[in-house]
């Protein structure tokens, strides 16, 4: 507290003592005689000012040791500073105060006082009084002269300030005034502050003038030397000379020759093939002979960096646990098991013969079923880095194999690039979309990509830029496509091709249950205790709400469901139940149903028969209507076939006929009648041989008038002996017919090897027949009356005319891709 009877600072004596509140300064130090605004933002510092403005306005100036620190304790706080008077208090907006303030004399700190809300110290005067002799006056003399050279090399200085400073008569006010506008760092206006005695005080300031003149006259050297230098150029060259003239001041060594010799201790370290290091060593004598402003010195500088970055043979340790590599595969990725199992082949060998060539592996599916990712998978579980290069869209060969240094910016091509990137000699390689390349004027990039992909000769791969030869044997390449069809067949021989078809349902709901929805409900903040999918509810998304091979969409509507159910709980707070998603809620969530999948007739209809389709997001139920009419034998298909199929439908067509007196037809029968195939979804482009005997079911239904058995679906290609050829993608076309609710499924006999990639779940469900011959899938799947036979004997065999009936078929529209 003050004393309430105590003497103002001008009016204390030598020695005598007083309470004073204490403001630490950052970043400045007040001399006497200087008045000064300060910004206060620190709470203690603005109490302080607060009780100095009501306590005879006096406060005791102190800087701080360390400006970084904002709470200040006493350690931290210079115990020689300046007793002041506050002059003005203003309150800013943002709530820190500007004071202005005037130093009035020395004074130390002698102690610290208690005060809960701000720093109170007694403070004892230092001595002012000055006992002028000729050495003062040579002092005075001194830095005044001094100061007016300072003036002449610091345009900040200004001449009035120069003439008022050499009118001042008092040497302690002289010298306080002087430090007060020099650039010294806090120590050394506060080691100035310190001194008592005028006269050095007066010495260490000319000392320090005299030092800021050095310092001052070497930048003028500097810039003018810099200056002299300059021809037109921008300002990064101009900083680049300023640095290069202040080493060459200061004696240190010449910037091309340091680097020389850093590049030498770099060739002697690194491990390199004999003909590298043969290149590299007579690059670098070509280097030293250079001037170091020459664009052909930073070319070959270039050179020597691209080969002494590369993984020559620095080689990562390979794990050789079969075990463990397999778990990791099992958790990143459900499925997939040919790729998994040529993995853990290709490691096994390597266990027992310690060197073998890196397989080249392609793995082509649709996408989003995990290509790329498995690419990673297969680096973690064998221990090597890994990198990706994207193919899509690159058209140039350079892009592969690089410039040749005569090019101006030249540099190697991504494969040299990326295994630089990779920092080991046997890395897991990626070649991502490589169906996707194209071609122009500049080359074939997939040329080029021959020699990176061929294990018989990739150990000498040479990249224009290097132009040496570069071991990729030990490269691990797994290139991922979408179809093979635009790959060239010379790249593909180099490849081992493994498909990955696209997942059926199941597959897609072990996903979601082990991998999506855990990821999703933690990437959107939620927790196992909000919510809940149930099966019915994942399937409902799968089946209504995508329509893909892969799971990329299905992710995006389970975190689509996460976000929403995620504002429920924020709303809802702690008090949020868990919220379950179950089928018949996904509406609430997802809106109304983006897509619906083929059903089968409610009930046995004439000419309408249930076919399996196959396409790249899974497979279909594919209906296929006949309708005959009177007219003179044409058979007109629609529903936008493409060409196999409508060949298809005249080899089910001529199988009809050759089999006409057997299904009681007259032999002319096709010559009375029109006969009109279609197939809904006419929008829809429908190909392939494999909805052939389905075709020839139809047409039989509709000139027999037999209906055909609506629980019954059926795929097979057909011949005009009636024999029935094997399909593809047995197993999306069966579990087709197992969504659509189907009870019996005709497949060719040589498909029935296939049966064993089918769920056994499906298997219990739908029953699968085997046929040989259309005579069979006749029997089965045509509706007889009790005791009827579908074919006649050869005796029984007697013309008949066909009855046309007049009957509308109505059949709805069911959902079909591409056949």
Not at 355 to 370: A, E, N, Q, R, S
Not at 389 to 412: C, K, Q
Request: with cysteine.
């Amino acid at each position: 507290m003050f004393n309430k009877n105590k003497k103002n600072s001008s009016e204390m004596l030598q020695g005598e003592t007083s309470q004073y509140p204490l403001l630490p300064l950052r970043d400045v130090v007040v001399f006497p005689n200087m008045v000064v605004p300060l910004f206060v933002g620190r709470e203690k510092s603005i109490k302080a000012l607060e009780y100095a403005m009501s306590h005879e306005k006096e406060i005791f100036l102190s800087a701080q040791k360390d400006a970084k620190v904002d709470n200040p304790t006493q350690k931290d706080i210079y115990h020689v500073g300046t007793l002041g008077a506050v002059l003005q208090l203003l309150r800013l907006p943002d709530g820190t105060v500007k004071a202005l303030i005037e130093g009035k004399q020395r004074a130390r700190v002698e102690t610290f006082l208690d005060h809960p809300e701000f720093f109170m110290v007694h403070v004892s005067k230092l001595s002012s009084e000055v006992q002028m002799n000729l050495e003062s006056k040579a002092l005075i003399r001194t830095v005044n002269d001094g100061f007016e050279e300072y003036a002449k090399f610091n345009d900040k200085i200004g001449k009035d300030l120069v003439s008022t400073v050499s009118a001042i008569e008092d040497p302690a006010r002289l010298a306080d005034t002087i430090a007060a506008h020099l650039s010294l760092k806090i120590q050394e206006k506060q080691e100035l502050l310190e001194f008592e005695d005028v006269n050095k005080r007066l010495e260490k300031l000319f000392e320090s003038l005299h030092h800021e003149i050095d310092i001052l006259r070497l930048e003028g050297r500097l810039k003018k030397r810099v200056k002299n230098q300059m021809e037109k150029t921008q300002k990064d060259y101009y900083l680049n000379e300023q640095m290069r003239a202040i080493q060459k001041e200061m004696g240190a060594k010449d910037d091309f020759k340091a680097e020389l010799d850093e590049l030498e201790k770099r060739i002697k370290r690194k491990r390199l093939s004999k003909e590298a290091h043969g290149r590299v060593k007579q690059e670098f004598r070509k280097l030293k002979m250079m001037s170091p402003m020459s664009a052909e010195a930073t070319v070959v500088r270039n050179y020597i960096d691209w080969i002494l970055s590369l993984p020559w043979r620095d080689r990562t340790k390979e794990k050789m646990n079969i075990e463990e590599a397999e778990v990791i595969l099992e958790e990143d990725h459900y499925g997939l098991e040919k790729p998994k199992e040529r993995i853990l082949e290709y490691l096994a060998v390597q266990t027992l013969t310690k060197k073998i060539k890196g397989p080249i592996l392609c793995l082509v599916g649709p996408p989003g079923v995990g290509k790329t990712s498995l690419a990673k998978s297969v680096a973690r579980a064998t221990g090597r880095n890994f990198v990706r290069l994207s193919l899509g869209g690159v058209r140039d060969e350079a892009e592969i194999r690089g410039h040749r240094r005569t090019y101006i910016g030249a540099l190697p091509g991504k494969i040299i690039q990326y295994l630089k990137k990779a920092r080991s000699n046997n890395p897991v390689f990626c070649l991502d979309e490589v169906d996707k390349m194209s071609t122009d004027f500049r080359g074939d990039p997939s040329a080029a990509l021959l020699e990176v992909l061929d294990p018989e000769q990739n150990f000498a791969f040479n990249d224009h830029y290097l132009d040496l030869d570069y071991d990729l044997s030990e490269v691990l390449f797994i290139t991922t496509a979408n179809t093979l069809y635009s790959i060239p067949l010379p790249l593909q021989d180099r490849m081992e091709i493994i498909r990955l078809p696209g997942y059926t349902e199941l597959e897609k709901l072990s996903i979601a249950k082990q991998f999506l929805v855990k990821k999703q409900v933690e990437q959107n903040g939620l927790k196992p205790e909000n919510i809940a999918f149930t099966d019915q509810g994942i399937l409902t998304i799968i089946q209504n709400y995508t329509r893909e091979a892969g799971v990329r969409n299905l992710e995006r509507e389970i975190s689509s469901i996460c976000r929403k159910v995620a504002r429920e709980v924020v709303k809802e707070g702690k008090a949020a139940p868990i919220i379950k998603v179950g089928g018949t809620s996904i509406h609430k969530y997802l809106g109304i149903e983006k897509f619906h999948h083929g059903r089968t007739e409610e009930s046995d209809q004439i000419g309408v028969t249930t076919g399996l389709a196959w396409t790249d997001v899974g497979g279909e139920l594919l209906q296929t209507e006949t309708a005959i009419m009177p007219g003179k034998g044409n058979l007109v298909l629609t529903g936008k076939l493409g060409e196999v199929m409508q060949e298809s439908a005249q080899a089910a067509l001529s199988y009809v006929r050759t089999r006409a007196r057997q299904l009681r037809l007259p032999d002319k029968f096709y010559e009375e009648i029109d006969i009109h195939i279609h197939v809904p979804e006419g929008a829809i482009p429908k190909d392939g041989p494999s909805a052939g005997i389905a075709l020839a079911t139809s047409i039989v239904s509709a000139v027999t008038r037999k209906p055909v058995s609506h629980k019954i679906a059926m795929t097979g290609e057909i011949t005009l002996r009636g024999r029935v050829l094997p399909i593809g993608g047995l197993k999306e076309k069966i579990l087709a017919a197992h969504r659509g609710f189907v009870d019996k499924v005709l497949i060719p006999m040589e498909n029935k090897k296939d049966i064993e990639e089918i769920p056994k779940k499906v298997l219990k469900k739908v029953e699968i027949i085997p046929v040989d011959h259309m005579d069979e899938v006749l029997k089965e799947a045509l509706v007889l009356e009790e005791g009827e036979e579908l074919f006649a004997s050869a005796e029984d065999s007697k013309p008949f005319r066909i009855e046309l009936v007049q009957e509308e078929i109505t059949t709805p529209a069911p959902d079909v891709t591409a056949h």
